[in-house]
């Protein structure tokens, strides 16, 4: 069950994504009369877009984790408990350094599916110029104004991104592979 909502989000659209987050919290979601009392703005600001990405993204940091979390086992963590560790140093000392790599892997596919994240944002966003508007944002308007110099420009800048993206994922994969050799 918790596999299945882990994977909620690869199974159905971002677009329907922000669709949800509007209809929880916007104006007159589930909850928006609740935070507009309050004052605080979910959609059309920053916080819709990262629940938007990070409801996009956050599998990729389970999936990579959760492997690596079974072939641990608990025997480590149990030691640690048993020697008189709390909680959070079980998890700073004994966890965390066990589940790193996997971590990391994760962030950086997670990192690689936020730079291009379009359909979840463009709803959430609005896409406010100097506000709310992400770089696939800007590349989509760019070019709707026949502004090609500045999209494609854009859209460099993007590719680059990925490449550097590219290029920590191999770094990581070697490191990991390193790691499992000794």
Same mark, same amino acid.
């Given at each position: 069950?918790?596999?299945?909502?882990?994977?909620? =989000?690869?199974?159905?659209? #971002?677009? +329907? &994504?922000?669709?949800?987050?509007?209809?929880?919290?916007?104006?007159? $979601?589930?909850?928006?009369?609740?935070?507009?009392?309050?004052?605080?703005?979910?959609?059309? &600001?920053?916080?819709?877009?990262?629940? &938007? @990405?990070?409801?996009?993204?956050? =599998?990729?940091? &389970?999936?990579? +984790?959760? #492997?690596?979390?079974?072939?641990? $086992? #608990?025997?480590?963590?149990?030691?640690?408990?048993?020697? $008189?560790?709390?909680?959070?140093? +079980?998890?700073?000392?004994?966890?965390?350094?066990?589940?790193?790599?996997?971590?990391?892997?994760?962030?950086?596919?997670?990192?690689?599916?936020?730079?291009?994240?379009?359909?979840?944002?463009?709803?959430?966003?609005?896409?406010?110029?100097?506000?709310?508007? @992400?770089? #696939?944002?800007?590349?989509?308007?760019?070019?709707?104004?026949?502004? @090609?110099?500045?999209?494609?420009?854009?859209?460099?800048?993007?590719?680059?991104?990925?490449?550097?993206?590219?290029?920590?994922? /191999?770094?990581?994969?070697?490191?990991?592979?390193?790691?499992?050799? /000794?």
């Amino acid at each position: 069950m918790l596999i299945s909502i882990i994977d909620l =989000p690869f199974s159905i659209s #971002p677009v +329907v &994504a922000g669709l949800m987050i509007v209809l929880l919290y916007g104006r007159n $979601g589930w909850f928006g009369p609740l935070l507009d009392a309050a004052g605080i703005r979910i959609i059309f &600001a920053i916080p819709g877009m990262l629940l &938007a @990405t990070i409801f996009v993204t956050l =599998p990729f940091v &389970a999936r990579e +984790v959760l #492997p690596v979390l079974e072939e641990m $086992g #608990p025997e480590l963590e149990e030691a640690a408990k048993t020697l $008189g560790a709390s909680d959070w140093q +079980v998890f700073w000392r004994v966890t965390l350094p066990s589940i790193r790599w996997g971590l990391l892997y994760g962030l950086i596919l997670t990192n690689a599916r936020a730079m291009g994240e379009f359909g979840a944002i463009v709803v959430v966003s609005g896409s406010i110029r100097g506000k709310t508007q @992400t770089l #696939p944002l800007f590349v989509e308007e760019a070019y709707k104004q026949y502004h @090609t110099q500045s999209a494609y420009a854009a859209a460099v800048l993007l590719a680059l991104l990925a490449v550097v993206t590219l290029v920590l994922k /191999e770094i990581l994969e070697r490191k990991t592979a390193i790691k499992d050799a /000794e």
